[in-house]
């Protein structure tokens, strides 16, 4: 068991950049494959980024790739995910996840925190 709490969300205009974290308790992180979704209203929640323990990649859906960066520090329990040039279409609420394989389904990571809304004004 890990538990998750995002923060970092707010308003932002376009072009800027935010840093969402997300703090684990529970569990060390050094257990854990790492990730990033977002869910905007109307839509499925979506993959944004991943990091894996196992093997020390990241993971980016298309639509960040350039833009988005995750990072973990295991030793203090911290994932980031820094959101450089925001556009209007990464409006959302996003959300940490964590699990034991890597995954582009949200069905497949096991624990979740509540989110942290990120608005994007153009």
């Known amino acids: 068991q890990v538990d998750l709490v995002e923060s970092g969300g707010g308003l932002a205009q376009a072009g800027t950049s935010l840093r969402l974290s997300c703090a684990g308790s529970?569990?060390?992180?050094?257990?854990?494959?790492l990730a990033w979704f977002r869910q905007a209203p109307g839509k499925e929640r979506e993959f944004v980024a991943a990091s894996t323990w196992s093997v020390g990649r990241e993971y980016y859906a298309d639509s960040v790739k350039g833009r988005f960066t995750i990072s973990r520090v295991d030793a203090k329990n911290m994932v980031y995910l820094q959101m450089n040039n925001l556009k209007f279409e990464d409006t959302a609420k996003y959300y940490c996840?964590?699990?034991?394989?890597?995954?582009?389904?949200?069905?497949?990571?096991?624990?979740w925190g509540q989110g942290t809304q990120v608005t994007v004004s153009s």
């Open positions: 996840a964590a699990g034991s394989r890597f995954s582009w389904s949200q069905s497949e990571w096991t624990y």
């Open positions: 529970g569990r060390p992180f050094s257990d854990y494959h």
